[in-house]
């Protein structure tokens, strides 16, 4: 089965002003490069599925957006789309997940992944032992934090390079330096 062709590049928060343009919450490192001027990015799901509407004639078509303009603000980015003109043609994309075809996505650094490839990985100890499986994860102000499912119930890791000290994407295994406890079966003593 073929990988996803598309990453989750943000998320329209709302609308900001009359001339059509919105705050973006920016899922991605890059949004300096993603939100350039002329860069395009579909309308999608929060899987990272296109979302496909139908045209007039009853066509298959995933919505397209394409960056006139765009700006640091507070915590997200203001951008202006060719396509947006007015305050409510802004406010029907409110909500919409953007996406970006991997193939126009930056190249990754030798120690980066993309977060949907953290889903499924297998969790192993430095020695080796299955811990068990990446479910989600979760951006919370003071880091990514991965929830594993493991034989004792659910945990909660930082993706800090002390504890998450390799990620093998091509093995699909993180390598969990368990000797902080976070492993330990749900804090029960024995």
Do not use: C
Not at 1 to 23: D, F, N, T
Not at 80 to 103: I, K, M, N, V
């Amino acid at each position: 089965m073929p990988g996803p062709e598309y990453a989750i590049v943000g998320l329209i928060r709302k609308a900001q002003g009359i001339r059509g343009e919105v705050i973006v919450e920016p899922l991605t490192d890059k949004p300096d490069v993603i939100f350039a001027s002329g860069s395009r990015v579909f309308a999608g799901t929060s899987k990272g599925d296109p979302a496909v509407v139908h045209d007039v004639k009853g066509e298959e078509e995933i919505p397209t957006l394409t960056v006139a303009e765009s700006r640091p603000f507070k915590k997200g980015w203001i951008v202006h789309f060719e396509e947006l003109q007015d305050r409510d043609s802004a406010e029907l994309w409110r909500g919409r997940y953007l996406l970006a075809p991997f193939s126009e996505l930056p190249a990754l650094e030798e120690n980066e992944v993309y977060l949907h490839d953290l889903i499924g990985m297998k969790a192993v100890s430095i020695a080796g032992a299955e811990l068990g499986r990446v479910t989600t994860f979760y951006e919370l102000p003071q880091g990514l934090v991965l929830d594993i499912a493991t034989p004792a119930g659910s945990v909660m890791i930082p993706y800090r390079p002390e504890i998450v000290v390799r990620t093998d994407v091509h093995a699909r295994t993180i390598s969990i330096n368990d000797t902080f406890g976070f492993m330990d079966a749900s804090g029960a003593e024995e």
